[in-house]
Nanobody
C-alpha cells in the first residue's frame, strides 16, 4: 500500500475551477492505476475519474466528461484532478485511490479495485 495525501479542495462559485492533488509515498507511484471518487452527504461514494498506469488512457463518469481532467506526474508521485465549469452538484468530499496494477483488467469504477485511499478533501460549489 501507499500513503496518500490530498490537497486542493475548497469553496468556489459555480463555473469556477479547482485542481485537486494527491501525492503518494511508500511505494512506486508508477506501479499504480489511479482513481478519484466523491461522496456527497446522504449518498454513496461514486467513481469520478480513473487513469491507467501508463497514463495513456483515462476514464470519466458521464456527469464530468468535458469538465474534469485526470492526469498523473510519475516524477512527482502525484495524480491530479482538474475540475472546470464546476456545478453545485459537484459538491462532495473527493478521495483519491490507488490500484496496484497486476496485469489484470482495470475495473476503474469499482471501489473494490483500489487498495489505497486518501483521507478526502472537501469541494464545495456555491450557486
Amino acid at each position: 500500500q501507499v500513503h496518500l495525501v490530498e490537497s486542493g479542495g475548497g469553496l468556489v462559485q459555480a463555473g469556477g475551477s479547482l485542481r485537486l492533488s494527491c501525492t503518494a509515498s511508500g511505494r512506486s507511484f508508477s506501479e499504480y492505476n489511479w482513481g478519484w471518487f466523491r461522496q456527497s452527504p446522504g449518498k454513496d461514494r461514486e467513481f469520478v475519474a480513473g487513469i491507467i498506469r501508463s497514463g495513456g488512457h483515462a476514464y470519466y463518469t458521464d456527469s464530468v466528461k468535458g469538465r474534469f481532467t485526470i492526469s498523473r506526474d510519475n516524477a512527482k508521485s502525484t495524480v491530479y484532478l482538474q475540475m472546470d465549469s464546476l456545478k453545485p452538484e459537484d459538491t462532495a468530499v473527493y478521495y483519491c485511490a490507488g490500484d496496484l496494477a497486476d496485469g489484470s483488467i482495470y475495473h476503474y469504477a469499482e471501489e473494490s479495485e483500489y487498495d489505497s485511499w486518501g483521507q478526502g478533501t472537501q469541494v464545495s460549489v456555491s450557486s
